[in-house]
């Protein structure tokens, strides 16, 4: 349950891929219109002459595709999809024919999956997701390619996930594996990497064929969640040049070997297996067994993704380093590491490689820097920005990284933004990220900019259980250690008063998701602390959500909140709603309509359960949005209502 930047956003469009209604405006405290504008999570083409990404500037992202002339984009087009709907990721095929579109009908939290053909004059679009094995009423997840056949996960309303390969041309499906929370995360000529177990638990196995193997020893409380199949030292899926160059696709069905007790398959996955921290790991599978090495590792500091280009030349690697980004680049032939390559901004995600290894693009963002898209070429270093329409938006300056010690001794980080010269402070709002596993990153926010214009200090905690902190860090607030990660929220509090001397009766507290319950939690545990607080799309009663969320969902969740049978009474305990009466602060509650990941009645229920105790509270609904409130007019409408509520209750505390 992580919400930040939307990564899939009241106007209409016409079609998720039609032109978008005209952008919406935010004003600055001058009077100055500031359009709104990102590009993000592009997909290289193989052969490095174009590459496909999503764009949000009014109305649902959609997805584009722009062809490129050497390293600048020449043409583009949207890409039209007959859906109403943000477009969540667009990726290349490996024979760079199809492009393979997946999109939240009405920004929902369930999904399709669309295809269409590369050529901008081919207009044909359709749904592969719902032939034969697909499930209308459940969710689709596009994963990535396998040659020329798309590897997606399709989940019905039971929670089970069918791990499948789905033939663009015909919908002709092929499923791979099937289980309770089963996720696919490769798949390459008759091999598979599947993650299964809860959050915070979690293993890769390997399938080949009906066998199953463990890809590492077992380790309890280790998470490995990402991973690539290689080869028995062959190209993976093309022979490319990589100035678009004719290029030759090897077809799945050419197993070389990975079926063949003869043969072996080599994995490369990221881990925290036997450490600290996530860490780049090669696995061999043979016939007499499975042996790993570590290729890559930064003690200390968490491996966020990597990618491998097709010929397995090169391997790009995102380290997070207290939230910030470093690059580095393995020339996997010799196992040489590259010294890191200074990032255009803070934060970068979305990683993806050409075939040949010449390129990579990413997106890249800062306070400063609306996300945008970079390429890179790995060998010179050098940057190139390619869009023709670029990112921007209203924007902040840095934040500074501050660590707090919290009432047990325990010390976590948090990055602290403040209002601009000359505006005067006037208070301060906390924002708690979701998950719990997510992370405060210094990346783009457009919410933070008319709040620090009005005077208002920012404080992004990671309170235990984050992210990017370590295995040990995450695991710090599992069930009953819960209550220590909402004291955590309460020593946030004393951090700002102490630190940074800001009125101890204009302090508020706001979160996204599990953000969201942790505020009202820390609303309804510290009541005295709050000025106000801002709960979107939280959870009010831990025993009601796991009746209404979705059931995969449910049941990863059970490790780190509890399990709604055995754990009943903690849970209870836990839970703000059955605390309410204890929570003073004016609370504004937000939520989308089409949330089935944290269903709205967890808002409506609290919103009533304040108005019957006559305190002070409203509750703001999307009826054409989901869990991540992606539409821009809708973010809009909320980032002045913060604004607002804020100001608001910040006077009422100086009237006092």
Known sequence: ??????????????????????????????GVRRQVRANYGASLSPDATAFAHLVDDGGFPRAVQRFLRGWRASSSRDVELPVEGPVTRVMHSADGHWLACQVAPDGSD?????????????????????WPHGHPEGSAELIGWDGTQVAAILTGEDGVGSSCLIDPADGSTVVLDRRTAGRLVDAWAGAALVRVGPRGYRDLILLRGLTEFALLPYDPGSTTDLGFILDDHTPRRLRAGTTGESFELYHPAKTYGLNSTEGFVRALIRSDNGAS???LIEVTSTADGVSYHVLAEKPGFDLDEFVVSDDLSTVALLWNK????????????DNTLSPP?????????????????????MTVESPSLPPTIELVDPRTREWERVHREPSLGPLTADPTLEFVTARDGLEFSGWLYRPPAPVEPIGAMIFLHGGPEG???PGYNEFYPPLLEAGITVFTPNVRGSGGGGRAFMHADDKELRFAAIDDVADCVHFLIDREAVSADRIACCGWSYGGYLTQAALAFHPELFAAGISICGMSDLNTWYR?????????????????IGDRELLERLSPLLRVHALTAPLLLVHGANDTNVPPSESQQMFEALRSLDRTTELLTFDDDGHEIVKRENRAVLVNAMRQWLMKAFAATAIG
């Open 548 to 564: 209404t969320t979705e059931p995969w969902i449910a049941a990863a969740a059970y490790p780190k909140y509890g399990h709604p």
């Open 322 to 333: 207290h939230g910030c980004s470093e690059l580095q680049i393995l020339e996997y032939a």
């Open 341 to 361: 390559i200074p990032l255009p901004g803070l934060v970068a995600t979305e990683l993806t490689i050409s075939a040949g290894g010449s390129m990579v693009a």
């Open 277 to 279: 921290h996530a860490r």
């Open 439 to 441: 992370q405060s990153r």
């Open 1 to 30: 349950m992580v919400a930040g930047y939307p990564r899939k956003p009241p106007s209409r469009r016409l079609g998720s891929g039609g032109r978008p209604t005209p952008p919406p405006d935010t004003m600055d405290n001058q």
């Open 110 to 130: 369930r999904f399709q999956i669309w295809v269409v053909t590369n050529d901008p004059d081919d207009r044909d679009a359709r749904r592969i997701d719902s």
